[in-house]
């Protein structure tokens, strides 16, 4: 697919294509070999710059950022050149930071322009405005819809401009008369400077400022660890830069940022929360506090898993730490309650031989409910 239409909620120009591929489930390789090879083979080809990544994943980054990619670094300032030069500063320095992939700058040539400088003093002497003239130079170089044309059912505009050989002639658009408020005619040329040059395809703008955008994917690491020594990385980089140019990183990091911000707090009043139920039920602080005990080794025993199975400290990691909170609180309180009943109805008394015996008179339904 080449493009998406203007009122696309992600509209693009026809020079991005995007190719949706299927990867075989049952191919030997792995799906990061799949992708590894995928990304060599299009970075063989000259003139072109790619990023690879699920659909959703594109979709989910353009929509918190503007940014296909999981981390998008955009320098804001007012001088093109200079921030495309240091935009070159930044991408030399983060292809030095392991789990960076798909790293590029956002597209951006220089491709050749004809310039129209209005010399303000010529215009206040022939009695012009550079309104009048860009109007004029507008319908000459870009036509004016001055009528329709019918044809059966159907309706074409009617435009007027100049011939395409006069449009792509300087000489000729030197030579291109402007008439004057008090009669007369005086050729464009004579107002104004016209000369070939070039400038970028594009010039981007946020929050009504100028700026480049360097993006990357990750892999192998966590967003926020690979986020974290890219800002390490760039501090001489942002240092560097003249009064009014600055950086901002963007992209799902920072979603998952402010997510880990607040699923801690969360976790911290789910904690309190969990401590006055335990209290209600049994009117002690030394047993609420004896359930909420084992918490520190469940959490010990997650952490271990993660290491283990080679995984970072993600969003869907820590909304497990706060599932096996719960987990290992449910059994610590089905344990002291058998605890209490066997002391209560039972005649027993808080030693080890009741212990051993509420542990294993317990361990079958707390091992059902726990796997």
Sequence with gaps: RTGRAELDEHAEGVNMSEFLVELDPNSPRSREEQLNEIRSAMESIPGIVTAVEQP???????????VKA?????????????????????KAEMQTVPGVTDLLIEPQVIIPQLRIEMNRAALTQYGLSAE????????????????????????FDLVVRMKDEYREDIGGLKRLAI?????GTVPLGSIANIYESG???AVNRENVRRRVVIQCNVKDRGVVDVVRDIQKALKP??????????????????????????????FVVALLG??????????????????????????????????????????????????LAGIASRNGVLLLQHYLHLVEFEGESFTKSMIVRAGLERLAPVLMTAL
């Design 132 to 155: 009048e003239v860009n109007n004029y130079v507008q319908t000459a170089m870009n036509g004016a819809v001055v009528s329709e044309v019918l044809d059966g059912m159907r309706t």
């Design 199 to 201: 400038g970028p395809n």
């Design 70 to 90: 999981q981390v998008g670094i955009k320098i804001y300032g007012d001088d093109l050149d200079l921030l495309r030069q240091k935009a070159e500063a930044v």
């Design 274 to 323: 969990v401590f006055f139920v335990l209290y209600t039920l049994f009117r002690s602080i030394n047993l609420a506090l004896q359930v909420m005990a084992v918490l520190p080794m469940a959490f010990i025993g997650s952490v271990a898993a993660l290491v283990w199975t080679g995984q970072t400290v993600t969003i869907a990691a820590m909304v497990g730490f706060i599932s």
């Design 179 to 183: 008439h004057l408020p008090e009669g």
């Design 237 to 266: 980089i942002v240092a560097s830069l003249p009064p009014g140019y600055y950086p901002t990183y963007e992209g799902q990091f920072q979603s998952q940022q402010s997510a880990s911000q607040m699923i801690a707090i969360l």
């Design 56 to 66: 959703i994943a594109h979709l989910i980054s353009h929509m918190l950022s503007g």
